[in-house]
């Protein structure tokens, strides 16, 4: 996922606390609250709760970032523009 679609579940979602920010995805995205959203969808949610769970398993890239420092990086990124 982008940059620009963290920042959007970050905002919309109001997700901030880096300790539970995956733990508060996941709730999200089990509940569908990601699908009806502009520019992601059904299978947009389903790679996230994939993704989720793969990260909790330790499967993950190690360049990765939480959400709320992909969404800092994300209005520095929309300010420069």
Same mark, same amino acid.
């Given at each position: $996922? /982008?940059?620009? *679609?963290?920042? =959007? !579940?970050? +905002?919309?979602?109001?997700? +901030?606390? @880096?300790?539970?920010?995956?733990? &508060? %995805?996941? *709730?999200?995205?089990? *509940?569908?609250?990601?699908? @009806?959203?502009?520019?992601? /969808?059904?299978?947009?949610?389903?790679?996230?709760? =994939?993704? %989720?769970? /793969?990260? *909790?398993?330790?499967?993950?890239?190690?360049? =990765? $970032? +939480? %959400? @709320?420092?992909?969404? &800092? !990086?994300?209005?520095?990124?929309?300010?420069?523009?």
């Amino acid at each position: $996922m /982008g940059q620009k *679609k963290a920042f =959007r !579940l970050v +905002t919309k979602f109001h997700l +901030t606390n @880096p300790a539970t920010v995956v733990d &508060d %995805l996941e *709730k999200i995205a089990e *509940k569908g609250d990601i699908a @009806p959203l502009a520019g992601f /969808g059904e299978k947009s949610q389903s790679e996230i709760q =994939r993704a %989720l769970a /793969g990260y *909790k398993l330790g499967n993950t890239k190690k360049a =990765r $970032m +939480t %959400l @709320p420092y992909a969404s &800092d !990086l994300a209005q520095i990124n929309d300010f420069l523009s």
